[in-house]
């Protein structure tokens, strides 16, 4: 929201006051707070007839630290709010030697000279990240009346901003107006199902918003040197949180709100779904699952969308008998003969013709209007009511729903819509119905999370989640919302996963093909293979179907070899997954993440690094013309073997069956050595892909179990021209590739080696616990 009218003049009604200098200060041991009059005090009959801004500061953790600016105290205190996490231990350091005041947070500090003009200065590593100075705290009132507290802080010269979410618009921020608003607006729009209060920058920190409510931000785009955000409330809290590094940001902000659960392995195959508005029963239900399989295409979850319930009774609940006669023998048989699970759509309306309308109605599990009425409207559902999640009685009797279908071999379901949430209504616990709109979303995927995993135990719970706020990241896995059928739609919903990933959010998902509409067949192909190289996979559509052979042969091949390259590279995904289950990094991240020293990669939104070590350019076009930047170092690609040099961009061409799709210099990447779904021992011959290794280096590959925990772990070192491979718990025969390069083992050695088209193969025996090569020569 802006204020001002260009650097003078204030807009119309708007009355600013800003914090403009320390009158007073209490500082204690671990904290301090400030006494900010919003003019200068040269006597005291400027002490009257003025605010006075209360400005406390402090820290929850190290590397962090949190500004509570609050004009009027004393109103009453109305959830909901965020749940953070202290860090258990930490104690902030207060210090004050004359004017100078000093919060240090390990790396981080804040730095206040009483004497002088309003500024809060936060430094790290011997430089200022980043000031809070003239109008960087305050309030406005509008001519409406309407309060909001504000912060600016400052910009640096070539500082860039992201994260806030979802957000499909371009993935720096910088010059963009955003409210934290969730809204239904599909990935086209500059609306979003995802918000989340948090940006960071490319200079080593981040800033989080503590309010579950609108915030407005702007972006250098009404004072071009600052970002504001600001709430219509009486305080204002944020966090500075340090890196230096973009992930050591995330892992703060993600110890701060709320690491991801790890989904299930079985999670990351390929779903397939009826779509949303075909015509499906039992037996086409069938016709796609033989299909699949007649065409040798490995299926992992198959999902039932809305229309699995009768029309104009979302949600109720109950499979509709007319379509699925038999659902417990349609399940079973699923499962028994496809060994597939089950995902079936929800969302956490009533409409009124449904049986549970009334009962919910009677026991006052709908949210209601001022009057006692229960809130209604027609978009959507007919008569369609909202069940409200802060009613502890409702919440259960929700769950009991889900559990039931649970209960029947549902797996997992698809958390639809919450983001539509009234302000006009009452809430069961008193809610404040503006911070609530957002924060619904935590509610609903939290409760249906936790259904899931009270029934499958931890680590077996997944979600297909739509709406999210800060913290909705501990309930995957989310997707990118309804798109269009285009390249345009398809490079969208890219850069939202990556605003998401920057937002500290860990998986992510869309529809292969896009929503809205029809691909063409050079759509679809191109979507497959960026759906099969993302965190999760679904193919799902709108009016038309998503199976591959409606699209021709080849959209068949490619969406096979994609789904078995996907299989294949289960054990580095997996731990890919788990690094952001203990650290907060996603599994797609925006080149920033992993090359922030590398000023070309600071802006790049069409391409992204899977993981540590795989980059990945999606093709954009029909004819197969890509455009993508390789950082610097030797890169060889994954399909085909060549290498690449780095820096520089690239102009190519790829047919369908292949991409840009890089291995790191110096990385080894783990193939697991089955192909046919995604859950198997990932290190029963297992092969060590092993590109370009930096003399010196050793490099660690750990190769989780499929739940999880710890399994076998191999090092890799190069000294001069000798490469060695240890192995630590493998359990039978593995392999080591040595990517474009001719090597000999020495004579007596109980492994073999064997020369093919992308390099040398040494193959080690059951038992074998380490293998060394001797390099000849490059290829």
């Not at 060994?339 to 049986?355: F, G, H, T």
């Not at 474009?740 to 093919?756: I, K, N, V, W």
């Amino acid at each position: 929201m802006k204020f001002t009218d260009g650097y003078w003049l204030m807009r119309d009604g708007v009355r600013a006051s800003y914090a403009a200098e320390v009158a007073d200060v209490h500082v204690s041991d671990d904290r301090f707070t400030l006494y900010a009059p919003v003019r200068p005090v040269t006597d005291r009959g400027h002490t009257l007839n003025s605010p006075l801004l209360t400005v406390e500061c402090w820290s929850p953790a190290e590397g962090v630290i949190g500004i509570r600016s609050t004009h009027h105290a004393g109103a009453a205190e109305r959830g909901p709010d965020f749940t953070l996490h202290a860090e258990p231990g930490h104690a902030a350091k207060a210090t004050r030697d004359g004017a100078l005041l000093e919060l240090t947070a390990g790396d981080l500090s804040l730095r206040v000279d009483t004497s002088a003009p309003w500024r809060l200065d936060f430094t790290a590593g011997g430089r200022v990240l980043t000031s809070a100075e003239a109008r960087g705290t305050g309030f406005a009132v509008t001519g409406e009346g309407a309060h909001h507290s504000l912060a600016q802080l400052s910009l640096g010269v070539g500082e860039l901003v992201y994260g806030l979410g979802e957000r499909f618009t371009p993935l720096v921020k910088n010059g963009q107006s955003v409210d934290i608003w969730q809204a239904d607006g599909g990935t086209a729009s500059e609306q979003a199902y995802k918000n989340v209060p948090f940006h960071l920058t490319n200079r080593g920190y981040g800033v989080f918003v503590n309010h579950p409510g609108k915030v407005s931000y702007e972006i250098g785009s009404e004072a071009v040197g600052r970002v504001q955000f600001s709430v219509e409330d009486q305080s204002l809290e944020y966090f500075i949180v340090y890196g230096p590094t973009p992930k050591e940001i995330l892992a703060r902000y993600t110890a701060l709100t709320g690491r991801p659960a790890l989904p299930p392995a079985w999670s990351f195959g390929l779903w397939l779904s009826t779509s949303f508005t075909t015509s499906y029963d039992e037996e086409t239900v069938n016709r796609f699952v033989r299909g699949m399989a007649e065409r040798d295409i490995p299926l992992g979850v198959f999902h039932f969308d809305c229309f699995w319930m009768r029309e104009y009774q979302w949600c109720d609940f109950v499979w509709d008998p007319n379509v699925f006669p038999d659902p417990d023998g349609m399940l079973r048989r699923l499962k028994d003969e496809h060994d597939l699970r089950i995902s079936v759509w929800i969302n956490p309306y009533i409409a009124q013709k449904s049986p549970l309308f009334a009962e919910a109605k009677h026991h006052g599990y709908l949210v209601r209007r001022a009057n006692g009425d229960v809130w209604q409207w027609d978009l959507w559902q007919a008569g369609m009511a909202l069940v409200d999640f802060t009613n502890p009685q409702a919440r259960e009797w929700y769950a009991d729903k889900l559990r039931v279908l649970v209960a029947q071999g549902v797996d997992c379901f698809k958390t639809d819509f919450g983001e539509r949430i009234p302000t006009d209504v009452v809430w069961h616990d008193g809610s404040d119905p503006e911070r609530m709109h957002n924060y619904y979303t935590q509610l609903y995927n939290q409760t249906v999370f936790d259904v899931l995993t009270e029934a499958r135990g931890a680590g077996e719970a997944v979600l297909f989640a739509r709406s999210a706020t800060a913290g909705g990241q501990q309930f995957p896995v989310h997707w990118g919302g309804d798109c269009e059928s285009h390249f345009g739609a398809m490079a969208e919903s890219l850069r939202g996963g990556l605003s998401l990933g920057l937002s500290g959010f860990g998986f992510w998902s869309h529809d292969i093909g896009g929503f809205e509409g029809t691909p063409t067949p050079e759509v679809f192909k191109r979507w497959v293979q960026f759906g099969l190289l993302s965190s999760h996979s679904r193919l799902h559509g709108s009016k038309s179907y998503r199976v591959p052979w409606d699209y021709d042969e080849e959209a068949v091949a490619v969406t096979r070899d994609f789904t078995r390259l996907k299989h294949r590279l289960m054990p580095y995904l997996f731990r890919t997954a788990r690094q952001a289950v203990e650290h907060g990094t996603p599994m797609m991240r925006a080149m920033v993440l992993e090359f922030p020293d590398d000023p070309a990669c600071h802006t790049l939104d069409r391409q992204y690094m899977l993981g540590d070590d795989l980059l990945v350019a999606p093709v954009f076009s029909a004819d197969g013309d890509v455009e993508y930047y390789v950082p610097a170092g030797t890169w060889t690609h994954v399909l085909s073997g060549e290498t690449i040099q780095g820096p520089g961009w690239r102009r190519e061409r790829y047919g369908f069956d292949s991409l840009p799709l890089l291995a790191r210099p110096g990385s080894v990447i783990a193939f697991g050595a089955r192909d046919h779904s995604a859950v198997y021992d990932w290190a029963d011959g297992v092969t060590l892909r092993v590109h370009a290794p930096v003399d010196g280096v050793t490099t660690v590959t750990e190769i989780p179990a499929s739940d999880g925990s710890a399994g076998a772990v191999f090092r890799t070192r190069r000294a001069g021209d000798v490469v060695s491979v240890e192995a630590e718990g493998a359990p039978g025969a593995w392999r080591v590739l040595l990517i474009g390069a001719e090597a000999r083992l020495d004579a007596g050695s109980p492994s073999s080696a064997l020369s093919t088209e992308l390099g040398t193969l040494l193959s080690v025996p059951p038992g074998g616990t380490e293998v060394t090569a001797r390099l000849t020569r490059s290829r």
